[in-house]
């Protein structure tokens, strides 16, 4: 499951990758005409849409790419990074990059890729970027009240104007497609007559047909998480194929005896787990199980995967979404950790034993009672001197 | 010999898309560009003037963010490779010449100072956007981040505004 780094590819092989990945970069820039300032700022004056052209479909290709990478699991999205949004500094930044744009004829990644093929304007305008960060760098004081207002963390742009992921995919396919027949015409006009390389009709018809095909596939494949989740939460009985119950004397049981195949997942509110968390436990919240720690944990072979929470009902929920996840072993701690505490951690001896079943039961209670809640103490203190890992999200941008 | 002709710019798209994609699998982020820039100014700031660095809070809250030198940086090494993909590119498109290039209207004079204004924006601009064409537009469309595409859609709507004041430079 991706992202590959840091786990496959560790941080020092990722600067290998970077230069790879950079030459890969470079090349189809400069293949696709980047190189020269005259035809970047032709969209801006109607004579030449190449910039809009290549943009959009790499953006296109890379956005739909991500959302059924994202589909099959094979990408971890809380992995990857978004770049933040600062409302005011994102719009004024823009504005000025654009005046940028057309006085300098270059943006950055271009003007590097013109300057490589010998461009003297393109190395002006590199001097003339590093001036700019320069002068940014030592007037910042100045401008970090814009630089820092209005932040709204990582949004994603389908959640800000409300729409799903899908629906939002393809609209930007189509509005892309749209803006490629509507500036041909332009260029057209613009320039006297028709661009040669356009001249074949059908093959843009066909490809522009099955580009639409592939953005509307987009809501063919919702995204698994949503679905998943929904479908948790609006089941309201499930049935034996979906989990399995752990009774909470199983449970005492296999703590005890020390089970190596046994993972327990926390699903209470997190004060609660830190006021009393079970030994070998994980807190972890329903969305956690597409993600790429507890996904590593939950498809390790042979494991038993215990969920639990107050009661059992988001437990539930949660060994459902990971049977559908296609994860093995999954129980559901009956009667959660309310039931737990009660026949376990705060067991006593009601005295009244019938059968001689129940006799044995309290009498195993009893000493369970008496062990784990000295287990507990002892992994709190573990806890407390911080031995949890967790991948964290990788921090990109410019 | 004669220049190739550039590629067909979908299919040079579709490529750069896929570029992006195997990015972001193996990595985790997307392309940039103008963060290299940054980079650059910061280790040169350090090295002339090491002691106004440590005072600068500019520099000061990168030094924060960043463990070792400034150049030890992703996007340096990215940037590294795009130099050579461009040469490489050039090279097989016979496009290797030192020279440069002004629309036949405008003079060599107003290219060289628009070029350097030009820059000193898109550089000043990308630090205040966090981000240029590459790292925030571009990629940001791929992640669907608002950010990214609020940033894309003020680079691109400002060089439309104010396309029209600098079209003697071009036309």
């Known amino acids: 499951m991706g992202p590959l780094v840091p786990e496959v590819i560790g941080n020092e092989l990722n600067f290998i990758v970077a230069v790879f990945i950079g030459i890969a970069f470079g090349f189809v820039l400069e293949q696709a005409g980047f190189s020269t300032s005259k035809k970047l700022v032709g969209l801006f004056y109607g004579y030449d849409f190449t910039v809009l052209r290549v943009f959009f479909t790499a953006g296109l290709t890379a956005m739909l790419g991500v959302i059924a990478l994202g589909h099959f699991g094979l990408l ?8 933040p949004t600062f409302l005011w500094s994102a719009i004024a930044g823009g504005l000025i990059m654009g005046l940028g744009f057309v006085v300098g004829g270059f943006c950055p990644g271009t003007s590097v890729c013109a300057a490589a093929i010998g461009k003297i304007d393109a190395m002006i305008f590199i001097g003339g970027s590093l001036i700019g960060v ?66 074949n009709k059908k093959m843009y018809l066909g490809l522009a047909f099955a580009t ?28 034996s194929d979906d989990f399995e119950w752990m009774t909470a004397d199983e449970l005492a049981f296999r703590i005890m005896d020390n089970d190596a195949e046994l993972q327990i997942f926390d699903l209470r509110p997190s004060q609660n787990f830190t006021a009393l968390s079970l030994p070998k436990s ?117 | 010999m004669i220049e190739s002709k550039y590629m067909n710019p979908y299919l040079a798209g579709f490529f750069l898309g896929i570029v992006l994609l195997v990015t972001i699998y193996i990595t985790g982020r997307g392309l940039g560009a103008s963060g290299s820039i940054k980079s650059v100014v910061v280790a040169s700031v350090e090295t002339v003037a090491p002691a106004h660095s440590k005072e600068t809070k500019f520099f000061k809250e990168y030094n924060s963010e960043h463990q070792g030198s400034a150049l030890k940086n992703w996007l340096v090494f990215e940037v590294i490779g795009v130099i ?88």
């Open chain 2, 84 to 171: 050579i993909g461009a040469f490489i590119s050039g090279l097989i498109s016979n496009r290797l010449k030192l020279k440069l290039e002004h629309p036949s209207g405008s003079t060599t004079r107003a290219r060289i100072f628009g070029a350097l204004i030009g820059g000193l924006l898109f550089g000043f601009g990308s630090q205040l956007g966090r981000g240029c064409t590459s790292g925030a537009a571009l990629s940001g469309m791929a992640v669907l981040s608002a950010g990214g595409i609020i940033t894309m859609i003020a680079i691109f709507g400002g060089a439309y505004a104010f396309a029209y004041f600098f079209r003697k430079l071009w036309i």
């Open chain 1, 76 to 83: 971890d999205m809380s992995l990857v990074y978004v770049n």
């Open chain 1, 134 to 199: 320069f002068i940014f760098a030592e007037g910042y004081p100045l401008f970090e009240g814009l630089y820092k207002a209005a932040s709204w963390g990582n949004l994603r742009i389908f959640d800000v104007l409300g729409v799903s992921q899908a629906l939002f995919a393809f609209l930007l396919t189509a509005i892309a497609i749209a803006a490629f027949i509507a500036t041909t015409i332009v260029e057209t006009k613009v320039n006297g007559k028709a661009n040669p390389e356009f001249a």
């Open chain 1, 282 to 398: 994980q807190n972890i919240k329903l969305e956690n199980l597409f993600e790429k720690d507890i996904i590593k944990m939950l498809s390790i072979r042979g494991k038993i995967n215990v969920f639990f929470s107050g009661n059992d009902s988001l437990a539930q929920k949660a060994a459902f979404i990971s049977t559908k996840l296609g994860y093995k072993n999954n129980y559901v701690l009956q009667g959660g950790m309310n039931s737990f505490a009660k026949e376990i951690i705060n067991f006593t001896n009601p005295g009244n034993a019938e059968s001689k079943q129940l006799v044995d039961t309290y009498r195993f209670r009893e000493s369970a009672a008496a062990v784990i809640p000295k287990l507990i103490k002892e992994n709190k203190l573990k806890q407390a001197s911080g031995e949890t890992m967790k991948t964290k999200r990788v921090l990109g941008g410019c």
């Open chain 1, 212 to 239: 639409i095909l592939i953005g509307l596939t987009a809501f063919a494949l919702p995204d698994k998480k949503t679905d998943l989740m929904s479908e948790a939460y609006s089941t309201s009985k499930f049935s």
